[in-house]
């Protein structure tokens, strides 16, 4: 049983390995300073930059995992690489793997739509278009950023990686 309750208790603020957001090791002196001193900051500026951001999305992505809601990354993910199809056949595939995956009530992954959403969702995905998911992305890029991004600017883990990205600009500038 404590073992079980062991994953609950794992918190944002106890996150501590921030290894995986920055970029590898074989990549440019300049690019990591790049990164580690004006990257890590501006993600602070719009909620837009930071999904834009390679290692901004891996770090919010890390996140959401902490809290327990990365469907509704996992999710807007889904639905951008989903706007990029052009076959109707895959579309119409991928359009309802999505569905079930995240919208359908009870779905594994669902994420947090009121019902007019999802039943409208149900019947634009009826006859499939890249569009079809636009309205219920929107609700939960909405939530994501007025919910969870703040939450995310305010956490040990993304102060910690400020702090560590200033550090490391002003060792290298020595």
Known sequence: MKTRLGCLSNK???YSDFSEFLPPAHETTARCLKLSTDEVVRWSESFDHLLSHKYGLAAFRT???????????????????YKKIKSSTKLVSKANKIFKEFIDVQAPREVNIDYRTREK???????????S?????????????????????RSKMYQ???????????????
Not at 122 to 127: G, I, P, V
């Open 160 to 174: 910690d990686m400020v702090n560590r990205a200033q550090a490391q600009g002003q060792r290298r500038s020595v």
């Open 63 to 81: 996140f959401l995992k902490t809290e327990f809601s990365d469907e509704n990354i996992e999710f807007w993910m889904a639905c951008e690489e």
């Open 12 to 14: 944002s603020d106890s």
């Open 133 to 153: 998911l636009n309205e219920v992305q929107a609700k939960v890029y909405s939530l994501m950023e007025k919910d969870s991004y703040p939450r995310f600017l």
């Open 121 to 131: 969702t149900k019947q634009s995905l009826e006859d499939p278009s890249p569009t």
